[in-house]
């Protein structure tokens, strides 16, 4: 722990970001298993905190990272100052299975209608502007991205663990860290079995 410690503490914090439904909570469970620090507030199902929420100052918020690793979605609803150090994990996802797990999240969790066709084409649309927007605005602040698909995450687990302990500059147990990866068609799953396990492990938070 000590050399790990070591290690992250000559880089900077790291951004495990993304839009949602693209497997930033996995990642952010690898980097768990791994001994990275995390700021979650204890949350160990989702990650999230309050904190970081649309419209969060993340100027007031990066220095509180310190050497670990947090959760971002939805970058582009948030504040952030025109230049920061940080590395950033970008998870990217089919958009068309992105649009769907929104969807159904929205669907199960809120009681929303079942999307039309259309809806699903809007909402695939804006995701494709949403994340150029967002890895614009991260590398123009001048962080350091790198982009890995949720797919890859699924069908590689121990290449994907291993491109991020190199990314990150860090001695990672990637075998542990390809371990938390459910072997998983990457198409959208029915349901949200997943995610009710995860809080079901880690009661009194949700997903």
């Given at each position: 722990?000590?050399?790990?410690?070591?290690?992250?503490?000559?880089?900077?914090?790291?951004?495990?970001?993304?839009?949602?439904?693209?497997?930033?909570?996995?990642?952010?469970?690898?980097?768990?298993?791994?001994?990275?620090?995390?700021?979650?507030?204890?949350?160990?199902?989702?990650?999230?905190?309050?904190?970081?929420?649309?419209?969060?100052?993340?100027?007031?918020?990066?220095?509180?990272?310190?050497n670990?690793?947090?959760?971002?979605?939805?970058?582009?609803?948030?504040?952030?100052?025109?230049?920061?150090?940080?590395?950033?994990?970008?998870?990217?996802?089919?958009?068309?299975?992105?649009?769907?797990?929104?969807?159904?999240?929205?669907?199960?969790?809120?009681?929303?209608?079942?999307?039309?066709?259309?809806?699903?084409?809007?909402?695939?649309?804006?995701?494709?502007?949403?994340?150029?927007?967002?890895?614009?605005?991260?590398?123009?602040a001048?962080?350091?991205?790198?982009?890995?698909?949720?797919?890859?995450?699924?069908?590689?687990?121990?290449?994907?663990?291993?491109?991020?302990?190199?990314?990150?500059?860090a001695?990672?147990?990637?075998?542990?860290?390809?371990?938390?990866?459910?072997?998983?068609?990457?198409?959208?799953?029915?349901?949200?079995?997943?995610?009710?396990?995860?809080?079901?492990?880690?009661?009194g938070?949700?997903?």
């Open positions: 722990m000590l050399e790990l410690m070591s290690m992250l503490n000559k880089t900077m914090p790291t951004l495990v970001a993304g839009l949602g439904r693209c497997g930033t909570t996995l990642v952010m469970t690898m980097l768990h298993a791994a001994g990275v620090p995390l700021f979650c507030g204890g949350n160990l199902a989702s990650f999230e905190t309050d904190e970081l929420m649309p419209g969060a100052d993340m100027a007031s918020l990066l220095p509180q990272f310190g670990g690793a947090a959760k971002i979605i939805d970058p582009h609803r948030m504040r952030w100052p025109s230049q920061f150090s940080a590395k950033v994990i970008w998870l990217d996802r089919n958009f068309t299975e992105q649009a769907k797990s929104q969807a159904k999240f929205a669907c199960i969790l809120s009681g929303f209608q079942p999307p039309t066709r259309q809806h699903l084409l809007n909402i695939r649309d804006s995701l494709k502007r949403d994340t150029a927007d967002c890895v614009r605005m991260f590398t123009d001048g962080a350091d991205v790198y982009r890995i698909a949720f797919e890859r995450i699924l069908i590689e687990p121990g290449y994907s663990a291993k491109r991020i302990a190199s990314f990150l500059h001695e990672l147990d990637t075998a542990v860290m390809a371990r938390q990866v459910i072997h998983r068609p990457d198409q959208c799953a029915n349901g949200l079995d997943i995610e009710f396990a995860r809080c079901a492990k880690y009661p938070v949700v997903v």
